[in-house]
């Protein structure tokens, strides 16, 4: 039988938004020798969150507690915010799937940059949304180009990335609260702080769940390198908290998955342990591209956008000469952005196969 | 500000499927002192899966594959069925709602019998779908009236869990397999078989995923004993199971989540053992229901339907005068499968405690 997909979803590419590196590897017939690609921390996780794994292993046969109570209470301590104002849920990902759900219907606006995040355009196209894009302007998101674009088009919803993934550039505090209170009435504002764990303080506005005009996402997946668990967490005006409550699979953050978030939150020197690895580790690929006569970008995140000196086709061949050293690297997906590759940051033996493989791979 | 929810977001109710457990602690101020409500596994999960949550913590760094290939072909090769058949997701629950998205828009027809599973429900109504019912028939989900209702609404999309939920009843295979071939045209089944490990071989039919009429969810949240991890998957024609690409959170099954399912998978004896425990705890709720002066029904799963002799009122007395007691049990949502509670099955600790609550719920 044929079946009666909806006229949205049969309408829908069958592209996905990443190809993980494993199916490369697949493809490629063998593992890669440094994984620098996805963003991941290789610093690991905190040794008491592995512990927490480790010891939620025996607790595996009860379902998550659906409410993710003492997470939530744990994050609102952190931040100094109600926990009416956080919800945890899988992953970044999985939050911005229920955010558009909850706001975009068919044919309503949502503006983005183009070359920002794929996945939130995958769940824009995935609901019927219309996706307006805003060109980079200087390889920073144009805040200003986005406000305009969402009020030429009634955004309902305007995405920000700060600091930026893929170009690791950032907007100060200042700017990006400006950016808030200059948003049209009736758009909110999709604030991805993923890498806010890895920026300067100055980068990030204080958190304000009172002001309903902003929602911000966070992460386990970066700094906290817990990727493999995916636990991520909404932070907003309680009533639009609230309102995922109607959308969400409730049994979705399962019981390890949480208690492995609460032991990294609970570990905040390991936090600064890392972010200090990542600091070096920036530095470093900037010296090896440098190295290279390739040009590193300035990063407030865990990887670093390196101009590769050319097009497109240039970075693409760049990418590839990399693949085939065995080093797993991505890069944005349009001009004029493509010019560069976007390395993860990763421990000193990754570094070491990075500083072999590039000149290899672009000699090649 | 007012956040412009969609207007079927707007329309949705603020109820959520399941409380969870640790909300009735919260509430009454302790723990249960047996959790025996929500039918996961007290035996826990093989002793292979827990070694494999605990290895996974040093790589929880990385995102699970989103292809989950290792996975997906352990699951064909225990099957006997192609790789494209199956997708792992993030539990049944989450599987079933990505399929309503697939298929039910505003208005679409889906069936499913009165009392049926509720997150099911829960979906269809977050896409816009009409509900259509059919009562319970002598406490076994009536097949033929499902198919009539099918026929009569042009149902999208029927639902049956075999065995069931909330009444432990079953089918035979050839009932199901009759069913299948009495489809309308044009209509989807989805034969939940969340318990299918702990039936009967002659209530299952065989896998043919060349069917495209018929889509099977199973689940290691059961059996298996790892609810906290949340996986599940979907069996069906490959054209289906490739359709919920386009919708799916491609990274939210995680590392640790996959490599679990995968040892606990390559467990057979636990399973076989699990299996054994389960058939004897249904025994002794069996037995303690009847001392009690109740009536169990005959059960395909890992709980026990008890009949408390009355209607819903007494059901829920019933049910009230456990939870005092410490014991966390569910009960079905409407009449009349509510004059039953729902006890699911646990190891001997947990069946003592049950011993001595049950006469001093009755009792109070």
Not at 83 to 105: K, M, N, Q, T
Not at 152 to 174: F, I, R, T
Request: aromatic share 6%.
């Amino acid at each position: 039988m044929t079946h009666r997909l909806t006229p949205l979803v049969a309408s829908l590419p069958a592209t996905v938004p990443f190809v993980g590196p494993e199916t490369q590897e697949r493809a490629r017939g063998g593992p890669f020798i440094a994984r620098l690609g996805a963003n991941e921390s290789g610093f690991g996780p905190s040794p008491r969150a592995r512990a927490a794994i480790a010891a939620a292993a025996d607790e595996a046969w009860m379902y998550g507690d659906p409410e993710a109570h003492d997470l939530r209470h744990a994050l609102a301590a952190h931040h100094g915010i109600p926990a009416s104002c956080i919800l945890p849920g899988e992953g970044i990902d999985g939050l911005l799937g229920y955010l558009v759900r909850l706001l975009v219907g068919p044919g309503d606006a949502v503006v983005t940059s183009q070359g920002g995040y794929p996945t939130l355009n995958y769940h824009v196209a995935g609901f019927g949304g219309a996706l307006h894009t805003v060109p980079y302007r200087g390889d920073h998101e144009d805040i200003d180009g986005l406000l305009a674009k969402a009020r030429e088009v009634g955004a309902k919803l305007v995405y920000l990335a700060n600091p930026d993934n893929p170009m690791g550039s950032w907007h100060g505090a200042d700017a990006v609260q400006r950016m808030i209170d200059g948003l049209p009435e009736g758009t909110l504002l999709c604030l991805d702080e993923a890498y806010a764990d890895l920026a300067p303080a100055r980068v990030i506005p204080p958190l304000d769940p009172a002001d309903g005009r902003v929602i911000r996402m966070r992460t386990f997946s970066k700094a906290h390198g817990l990727a493999g668990l995916r636990v991520g967490y909404a932070i907003g005006h309680p009533e639009l908290i609230a309102a995922f409550d109607r959308v969400r699979n409730h049994f979705g953050l399962g019981r390890v998955a949480q208690a492995a978030a609460l032991a990294a939150l609970a570990d905040q020197d390991w936090m600064a342990q890392v972010v200090g690895h990542v600091a070096r580790s920036r530095d470093t690929i900037a010296e090896i591209a440098r190295d290279c006569g390739l040009t590193p970008l300035p990063s407030a995140t865990n990887f670093v956008a390196v101009d590769c000196g050319g097009d497109g086709a240039r970075g693409r061949a760049v990418l590839q000469g990399l693949l085939s050293e065995g080093v797993f690297v991505r890069m944005p997906g349009v001009a004029p952005l493509d010019r560069c590759i976007r390395i993860s940051c990763g421990p000193e033996a990754e570094m070491s196969i990075l500083r072999r493989a590039l000149p290899a791979a672009l000699a090649g």
